[in-house]
């Protein structure tokens, strides 16, 4: 007889709060952030180009994330870049 062999499936698990645009090493990139006990973390960010982004409303997102939200990446770490006003 012949046993049957389930197939495995993969679940992959998201839980990240939000994603907002951000500069990272000097590009513009997606940001995915999740909240615990007040403070935010970063866990991933994918590079994007501005072109990708048409509508009027993304636009504007993006200039208004971008002033806001620098960051460097290395070493597997996030970096907040001060801002000098």
């Given at each position: 007889?012949?046993?049957?062999?389930?197939?495995?499936?993969?679940?992959f698990?998201?839980?990240?709060?939000?994603?907002?645009?951000?500069?990272?090493?000097?590009?513009?990139?997606?940001?995915?952030?999740?909240?615990?006990?007040?403070?935010?973390?970063?866990?991933?960010?994918?590079?994007?180009?501005?072109?990708?982004?048409?509508?009027?409303?993304?636009?504007?997102?993006?200039?208004?994330?971008?002033?806001?939200?620098?960051?460097?990446?290395r070493?597997?770490?996030?970096?907040?870049?001060?801002?000098?006003?």
């Amino acid at each position: 007889m012949r046993s049957k062999t389930k197939k495995k499936r993969f679940k992959f698990k998201f839980n990240f709060d939000g994603w907002c645009f951000a500069i990272v090493n000097n590009k513009l990139a997606e940001i995915y952030f999740d909240t615990k006990k007040g403070r935010s973390s970063i866990w991933a960010h994918c590079y994007v180009k501005k072109s990708e982004y048409k509508i009027k409303r993304e636009q504007k997102m993006i200039l208004d994330d971008t002033k806001k939200y620098k960051f460097f990446y290395r070493n597997k770490k996030y970096k907040r870049v001060r801002q000098i006003e």
